[in-house]
């Protein structure tokens, strides 16, 4: 159960001056704090009971001294632990955030984007508190009791049994309330979990909650899981403010022994008063770091928790992994080939793929026609190794997508996918997110082609404007036509565009086309869309009915040879070209 947390404290190593400054500090800290009961004792039984006012002065400036010293170090102590602390949370969520942005896509089609978010942020804030406080801490306290239980034996080694025999049932005391408060931590945790992704959820999906007016139901289920979760807290403090107080009645029963046996020693002139005084305050002082203790051994089974789900992110084994002795792929011609290609998206499932295999000749345009959940994005998903074929091959140029890195795979494709995403920032950049050095006039270039470049310029900060978190500011058409703009400043050899004209009108479709066209040339293309156009100038066209390739073909050998697709093509697209037509756009026919 611990194996979690000593790894955790591996993140240590990287800090390690920091971590032994820390504990010299506190050493030095612990050691100027042992001292002054020490003074106090001296003033006490050589300054007052003897009445030497001076004497109780100089010893008095030197508590202060010591104390001074003390604050001084245990303030440095403080501020070193800190930085300790978020260095290790630094490098945790830095490694966290590399690795999530690592994992395949099957990983995240499984894994809750809230469960994720509350790792990278809760998680690693408990295991730095641990890390950096807590073992910082624990030596600390270890420290302090080692030391004022040596200085309580050198003084009466009879009370200082009294206090030997009283630390262990303060640690049981403890142990007993944190037994019981230990599970409600932890469902305190897990109910602020399930806040969080209430939370978070109708934050993202803010529009669709009020279109379907469901803002009443979906503060009802915030509200119930906040009065749980206030609830629970409730319950902890409860036993907390229980805890507390016994631990403290038993501090001052152990002080009354003290004082009762001490002063028979008094009477019977074997110690000072001031030797009494000064083991009061060690007893305190050795007091408060088992309570320190019994803290730290509650924290350690929740650091313990969250550190094991940190680390199971990073131990995920990526589907996705380059083979070691994975090549470099070279620039690319573009020759695209499937060799009876079967997928299933899990171990599991029905295969989504059956057997697939076609070849995509350099330069050429292939287009993916079929119905919804046929497989089209699933086929050119598997292009850039996105993921893994179950059997067969998918190759470029002759080489195995699986011998390859995938850098060099990937950034010789551009792809548009079904969902558009933009990033907050302003449009260049969202365009240049591949490549963030391209130049202004690429930039241009590429969002002209993509039909982007005259709404952009519509607006008042023109390639300036500030995009919304996800791009709210822009319309469908908008987004699209910048995704597309973004893969064409690849200058890919082979483009991808999945569904990439769903959400502009037949017009602008139109000129993206003509636009495209162009840009085509020279890469193969692959072209998932529902409209005639895209279709018809294809040089191979798929049909796709339940992951299989059920006929393929030019658009007029087609109509001849597949009664699925004159289907199709009568009844979806050429009403879509009739009225095409009638708008004027005779060209689009050809
Ligand atoms: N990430 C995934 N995990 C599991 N199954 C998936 C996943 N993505 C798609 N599927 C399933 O695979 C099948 C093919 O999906 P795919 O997305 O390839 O269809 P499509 O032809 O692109 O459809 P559309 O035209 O609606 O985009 C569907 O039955 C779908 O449920
Ligand atoms: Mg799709």
Redesign the pocket.
Known sequence: MFKPLLRALRYLGKYWHLALATFICLILATVATLFIPKLGQLAIDQGILQRNWPRVLRLSLGVVAFALVGALFQFARGALAARTAQGVAYDLRNTLYAKIQKLS?SYH?RAHTGQLLTRATSDVEAVQRFVGMGAIMFLSALFMIVGSLGVLFSFSWRLALIVVAMLPLTFAIFGIFARKATPLFRKAQRRLAKLNTILQENLAGVRVVKAFVREHYESERYEAANWELYDINIQVNRILSLGFPTIFGTLNLATLAIYWLGGFQVIGGTMTVGELVAFANYLMMAFFPVLMLGMLVAQLSFAAASAARIFEILDAQSEIVEKPDAIELPRIKGRVAFENVTFR??ES?EP?LKNVSFVAEPGQTVALL?A????????INLIPRFYDVSEGRVTIDGYDVRDVTLKSLRSQIGIVL?ETTLFEGTIRENIAFGRPDAPMEEIIQAAKAAEAHDFIMSFPDGYETHVGERGVTLSGGQKQRIAIARALLLNPRILIL??ATSSVDLATEYRIQKALERLMKGRTSFV?AQRVATVLNADLILV?EK?EIVARGTHEELLETSETYAEIYYSQLEPELLLEKAQGGEEVAR
Do not use: E, P, R
């Not at 919804?372 to 086929?379: C, E, L, P």
């Open positions: 896509f089609d998206y899990y499932a989504v079929g919804t959940g046929s497989g089209k994005s699933t086929i079904q999945d569904d998932i796709l992951g």
